[in-house]
């Protein structure tokens, strides 16, 4: 979703860039809208999610409701600003920009131990702080805090970390959208 929404901000990339290019609503105005529009979308696909994987399929997410919701919503903010901040710095097209951020999704999750269980484990002993900085990592991790570690410490920990990392992916995207201007559209 984010990548999408970059890509039509950009105005030699598409139509709607080009029409939303000379609107005179300041940039940060038109990518905070369009950020709190996907977390929004994102953020009930996956409540929507967490009914299903709880209700139909009988997986327990974890006992504590609301730290699950609060979880769901910044695992949904960092997806979104990734996107949006890859989608604003490259001048690709959107092909490109949507297979590519496919693969820079996987890597990290990959390296979180969502494909090859004990790679996690491995991080940590050898390099724990791509595990800090990995947001795969850190939203895994605060998905454990809640249903198998019970530590509300580390759980918040994540939680800054995801919300730092979000901070400094939205500052990217607004940067990566700001720059541009255009002599003729």
């Known amino acids: 979703l984010g990548v999408r929404a970059s890509f039509d901000t950009q105005a030699d990339l598409s139509p709607l860039g080009a029409r939303r290019s000379v609107t005179p609503t300041h940039k ?17 696909n996956i409540l ?18 609301p730290s699950l919701i609060l979880v769901d919503f910044m695992g949904s903010v960092i997806g979104v600003c990734m996107g949006l901040a890859f989608g604003s710095i490259s ?11 496919v693969a820079l999704t996987l890597v990290p999750g990959f390296l979180a131990g969502l494909m090859f269980g ?3 484990n491995l991080i940590e002993l050898h390099c724990p702080v791509i595990n800090r900085l990995n947001p ?9 805090c ?18 730092a990392m979000s901070i400094l992916l939205f500052i990217t995207a607004f940067l990566g959208v700001r720059r541009e201007s255009y002599d003729s559209i």
């Open 28 to 44: 940060l105005k038109l990518v905070i809208t369009d950020m709190t529009v996907l977390v929004l979308i994102h953020f009930i």
């Open 91 to 101: 001048k690709m097209s959107l092909g490109m920009k949507m297979g590519l951020s």
């Open 118 to 120: 004990n790679m996690k």
């Open 48 to 65: 929507i999610l967490n009914v299903y994987i709880s209700q139909v399929l009988g997986i327990s997410l974890g006992d504590d409701l």
């Open 136 to 144: 795969a990592a850190v939203l895994s991790d605060a998905f454990y």
């Open 146 to 163: 809640l249903g198998i570690y019970n530590d509300m410490e580390r759980f918040t920990r994540c939680l800054l970390i995801l919300g």
